[in-house]
């Protein structure tokens, strides 16, 4: 098995979603890994995050499931009003498995699943650079310590080390900010099992179940501005009351009433279709996975499923070429060139369905805050074409229709004919 504490082997950057979940999927494949994680704990900020149908079937392929299923309700149908006409919108579930998880629930369960000490907390990497001789990853850290690693997955999000030391460009910043955050009601809450949106002006007011008792919620407006920030989680509030103005009083008494400590703003960032196209997204055995390959807008709640799809797909193909050859045959030209060509293999797998999910969601951030009718009406008719409208579509059918489990493609087992070691069978 590749790495112990002096050689790490396979070092992850970033440990959240999509960092936590590669590693467990290495270690469900015998890989083992560290994860360099700049914050001294858990990260969960934004309160809850929805999983559609793909990243459930992530998660059932990392164990974690069933215990997940426990702690989310399974959604019936996402309702959208326009509150100036009263036109409301309805999509039915039906077989498409949508709920809402805490946050923090999906990182502790994610983490348990890691050996003890597999998460290095407080290790911030400031750059990255390749051994001259070997060819291999060098990782700097904050505190001067340097790593030199086998192999390199850049999970750290939307202001990517890894991707900047691939030459990839930062990520656009919209002018759409989101501010997130939980409200609990104690004698249970009376929204069902519906994902509902409403739209006042060029606010979104979002309110998704969690359990019988917890609430997520999420205004997403306008503003020009690149640094608003304000730590206060009391004016946040209150800041979050003021864009609600005109909105049903039951939406502001959620927002009134929320749990201050997991009150969140975030400048929504993206990685437009055409940069993703055409950037490196891997080189030699350094790749780049989650948001730091393709951060997208929240408009169809993709980002965080997406992530999960690629640490599948990531750790089968470094599990085959780790796998497939004795320990001691691993030189460091061997270990290159077979790891160099799992990430090619990786990167090309995962290219088509990135592009698909960042275009469509680009182009459904363009029909809700593009003010002109006539680019609405256009991208509608885009979306109808090409994404199957405003159905759930783009979470069933990750890749391979051909064999009737359009989830099939989220698999870690490996072809036929692969030696890889699968510590589930
Ligand atoms: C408003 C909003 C709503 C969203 N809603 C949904 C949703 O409903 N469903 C969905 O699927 N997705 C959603 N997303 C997207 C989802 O949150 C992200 O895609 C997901 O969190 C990305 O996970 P990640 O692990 O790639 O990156 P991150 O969650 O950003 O994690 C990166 C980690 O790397 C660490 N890090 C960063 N730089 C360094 C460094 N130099 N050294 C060490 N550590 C570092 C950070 O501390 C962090 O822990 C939403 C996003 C936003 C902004």
């Not at 929805?50 to 990243?55: D, E, K, L, R, W």
């Not at 086998?150 to 900010?177: F, H």
Request: glycine content about 10%; some cysteine; aromatic content about 6%.
């Amino acid at each position: 098995m590749m790495g112990n504490s002096d050689d790490p082997g396979i070092v992850i950057v970033g440990g959240g979603i999509c960092g936590l979940a590669t590693a467990l999927a290495l270690r469900r494949k015998g890989l083992n890994s560290i994860v360099l994680e700049g914050s001294s704990s858990l990260r969960a900020t934004g309160g809850g995050i929805g999983i559609f149908s793909n990243g459930w079937r992530v998660f059932d392929e990392l164990g974690i499931g069933t215990e997940l299923r426990r702690k989310a309700t399974l959604l019936s149908m996402m309702r959208d009003r326009i509150l100036s006409t009263g036109a409301q919108r309805e999509t039915v579930c039906g077989k498409d498995e949508v709920r809402c998880l805490k946050r923090s629930d999906l990182m502790e369960a994610l983490a348990n699943g890691l050996p003890h000490g597999s998460i290095r907390f407080g290790c911030q990497v400031v750059a990255i650079a390749e051994d001259s001789m070997t060819s291999l990853p060098i990782v700097y850290l904050h505190d001067g310590s340097i790593i030199n690693a086998k192999v390199l997955i850049g999970c750290d999000g939307v202001n990517s080390v890894v991707a900047k030391s691939l030459g990839m460009k930062k990520p656009t910043p919209s002018n759409l900010w989101t501010i997130r955050g939980f409200t609990n009601y104690p004698d249970g809450h009376s929204y069902g099992s519906v994902f509902t949106r409403l739209v006042g002006g060029n606010v979104t007011f979002g309110l998704l179940p969690i359990d019988d008792n917890l609430m997520h919620w999420f205004i997403s407006f306008q503003l020009r501005s690149d640094d608003a920030k304000i730590e206060d989680s009391e004016r946040l509030r209150d800041w979050a009351m003021e864009l609600l103005e005109g909105f049903p009083a039951d939406a502001c008494l959620m927002v009134k009433d929320s749990d201050l400590s997991s009150l969140s703003l975030t400048h929504i960032r993206y990685r437009a279709p055409w940069d993703l196209l055409f950037s490196n997204t891997c080189r030699g055995t350094t790749a780049v996975a989650g948001d730091a390959m393709h951060v997208m807008g929240p408009f169809i709640g993709q980002g965080g499923s997406c992530g999960l799809e690629d640490t599948i797909v990531l750790a089968r193909n470094l599990s085959v070429a780790l796998n497939e050859a004795p320990e001691t045959e691993l030189s460091d030209d061997l270990l290159r060139n077979r790891v160099s060509a799992a990430l090619d293999n990786y990167v090309k797998e995962r290219k088509l369905r990135v592009l698909r999910l960042s275009t469509q969601t680009y182009l459904v951030g363009l029909m809700i805050y593009n003010p002109s009718n006539i680019i609405k009406f256009l991208v509608f008719r885009l979306l109808v074409a090409f994404f199957g409208g405003m159905s759930f579509d783009h979470a069933r059918n990750t890749a391979n229709r051909a064999t009737g489990d359009d989830l099939e493609h989220l698999s870690l087992r490996t072809g036929e004919g692969s030696r890889a070691i699968d510590p589930l069978q």
